[in-house]
């Protein structure tokens, strides 16, 4: 049975903007529409999002179990009207918050993967990280019938791997050989009932894992607005030419702080603000870039 449901996402939302670079093992982006493989419960349910001129979502399911898994994945109620006014003259946001307001970033559907994305992340290449994430989700879930979509990655399943197989796979041994420790011994979608800082801290704890995995984990796997990806290379590119000088990766923390529980987002729409042009920067100085460390 196939249930269509047509909401109005709280806030402004662009569903084309939040599910530009959503395209992975577990869903994909064609001709508008948004299809991705959910997990609800122990199934595995298709799903699919299109948004109407109007600006309303038209969602696709198989069971109202599957529209909540699906608005949360969209990000569909979490309003960020208040980071808009809040921010809406930041110097370096401000105009990006302007013209990019209905970006959201899109939730993974299982915890699992994301921290499987936090250890792959840890590569320097992003495509090749990304690439090496699809490799592993495809090794460690069928597709769903009927498509060339995975199933989301749970604890479970990449608790199964020998964390050989991992290496194999291009994993680096040692990450490897945490993510397999941390899956076999930890339910991690049990991550959603607790604080953001319990959550971080646990990530952090663990061999391997730092600060910017935590915001991986926390933006988003659990979808929290609040925990921003320190460490991250255009984070720390863009502090770079702030500052004039290379920064270390902790340092960013302060670019994320003024912005408080809305440090999560804030980093989207620098790093998108960045990309675009769209930050005020002072004019150019040689800074040399040396090869930064992810955890």
């Known amino acids: 049975m196939i249930l269509e449901r ?29 299809t991705m493989a959910l997990r609800v419960g122990e199934r595995v349910e298709l799903a699919s999002a299109r948004q ?21 994945v969209l990000a569909v109620d979490a309003d960020h009207s208040e980071f808009l006014r809040r921010f809406a003259r930041d110097p370096l946001i401000g105009e990006t918050a302007s013209r990019f307001q209905g970006m959201r970033h899109l939730r993974m559907p299982t915890v699992a993967q994301a921290l499987l994305r936090a250890f792959c992340g840890q590569l320097i290449d992003s495509r090749r990280a990304r690439q090496l994430e699809r490799i592993i989700v495809r090794a460690a879930e069928p597709a769903v019938e009927g498509t060339d979509l ?8 990449l608790a199964r791997f020998a964390p050989v197989r991992l290496r194999q796979l291009g994993l680096h041994a040692g990450r490897a050989a945490a993510l397999v420790r941390i899956c076999r011994s930890t339910d991690l979608e049990k991550l959603h009932s607790v604080s953001t800082e319990t959550a971080a801290a ?11 995995s935590a915001g991986v984990v926390c933006f988003e796997g659990l979808g929290r607005y609040e925990r921003g990806l320190v460490g991250d290379l255009s984070l720390v590119k863009l502090m770079s030419r702030l500052r004039g000088r290379w920064v270390e990766a902790h340092e960013t923390a302060e670019l ?28 150019e100085r040689p800074v040399r870039f040396p090869r930064p460390s992810y955890a």
């Open 256 to 283: 994320l702080a003024p912005y408080g529980e809305w440090g999560g987002l804030a980093g989207l729409y620098l790093t998108t603000g960045f990309a675009h042009g769209l930050i005020p920067l002072p004019e």
């Open 202 to 212: 646990f990530i952090e704890r663990q061999r391997g894992l730092g600060a910017w």
């Open 6 to 34: 047509v909401v109005r996402p709280a806030g402004p939302y662009t569903l084309a903007l939040s599910a530009k670079h959503a395209s992975d093992a577990t869903r994909q982006v064609r001709d508008g529409t948004l």
């Open 52 to 72: 109407t001129l109007d600006g309303r979502l038209v969602l696709r399911v198989e069971s109202e179990e599957g529209l909540e898994r699906l608005r949360f």
């Open 150 to 157: 995975h199933m989301p990655p749970t604890s479970k399943s």
